[in-house]
Nanobody
Framework: QVQLVESGGGVVQAGGSLRLSCKLS???????????MAWFRQAAGKEREFVAR????????DYADSVKGRFTSARDNAKNTLYLQMNRLKPEETAVYYC????????????????WGQGTQVAVSS
């Protein structure tokens, strides 16, 4: 059973930075490198939205327009861990951030992902 556990959330002032982590654990038939990975976020009262995705090798990434140039996703396949470095955070980016995994090419669509973490709260104060 695939388990994803996010960490690194917290409270930060506008303009500040946070780094989120997402570790895969549990008994899996496939290794971490088999999964395309992504980050989504969900603000209170809003739909869960795509933030970033990264291919299995980590060589290719893609970002929502709203975070391009400020957020960077990376992965360490040896550590079964996905990261999201978030810089110059804005108050409107307050949300629960989720990592997700799928057994294929990472997508911007929530429906493409079979596995989700429980989320980590990020709060950006103005």
């Amino acid at each position: 059973q695939v388990q994803l556990v996010e960490s690194g959330g917290g409270v930060v002032q506008a303009g500040g930075s946070l780094r989120l982590s997402c570790k895969l654990s549990g008994r899996t038939f496939s290794s971490f490198i088999s999964y395309g990975m992504a980050w989504f976020r969900q603000a209170a009262g809003k739909e869960r939205e795509f933030v970033a995705r990264i291919t299995r090798s980590g060589h290719n990434t893609d970002y929502a327009d709203s975070v391009k140039g400020r957020f960077t996703s990376a992965r360490d396949n040896a550590k079964n861990t996905l990261y999201l470095q978030m810089n110059r955070l804005k108050p409107e980016e307050t949300a629960v951030y989720y990592c997700a995994a799928n057994e294929g090419v990472p997508s911007t669509s929530r429906a493409a992902y079979q596995y989700w973490g429980q989320g980590t709260q990020v709060a950006v104060s103005s």
